[in-house]
């Protein structure tokens, strides 16, 4: 790292409330800003086009957390689970929850992650990109017991999915094929590649 370097000093904001996105990020080493949006998860069917819809969804977080800012970089994510056809977003409720486990008991379903930059630089975008990320994740057979005794200690009911893989969400699972830090919901290796496409180094990002 050379003294006075622009990247060491870039602002980085991740513009999302999650704490296991932002424990990823800490755990690279980066130093950022979390700021929340008004853009809501992913929730729903998102049409024929998952994949397209949650990378929309993680640049218009992105652009929102953008707004307003001098000189930055933005990381905006949004995950899907997408089980037997159906998209599974964060559950309403317990009774919510226990019917998405049910739905991905003894199955392997797919935990998708739009991953967007909005870079800015005197407070004008200067650009932006998006991608996704799929992680297929097998379930093993979970009876009643499993699901209500998960339900209950609470973790499903921010999670999309109704599960967290880097919780006691673990039990549950029998096998991944893919990004596991994806699963957690924001997968690093693709955030690595998006930034080199840029010139920017994960290495040298915001260490002053």
Partial sequence: MT?????????????????????LLRQIGLAFT???????DSAGSPGPDPAAH?????????????????DGLVIGADTVVVGEGEALGKPRDGDDAARM??????????????????QVAGAAERRAQAGCERTRVT???????????????GEPLDKAGGYGI????????SGIEGCYANVVGLPIARLVTML????LSPWRLGRE
Avoid at 3 to 23: E, H, K, M, N, V
Avoid at 56 to 67: F, I, N, S, T, V
């Fill in 139 to 153: 379930f093993r057979q979970l009876s009643d017991d499993d699901i209500a005794a998960y339900v209950a200690t």
């Fill in 34 to 40: 979390a700021v929340a949006t008004d853009v809501e």
């Fill in 3 to 23: 003294p006075g370097d622009p990247q060491a000093r870039l602002r980085i904001i991740l513009a999302s409330a999650s704490p296991r996105r932002a424990a």
């Fill in 54 to 70: 949650v990378e929309h969804a993680a640049l218009a977080k992105a652009r929102g957390a953008a707004g307003g800012l001098d």
């Fill in 101 to 118: 486990l049910r739905r991905l008991s003894g199955r392997t379903h797919e935990v998708l992650t739009g991953l967007a930059l909005v």
């Fill in 166 to 173: 880097q919780e006691r969400g673990a039990l549950l699972v």
């Fill in 196 to 199: 080199g496409e840029w010139g």
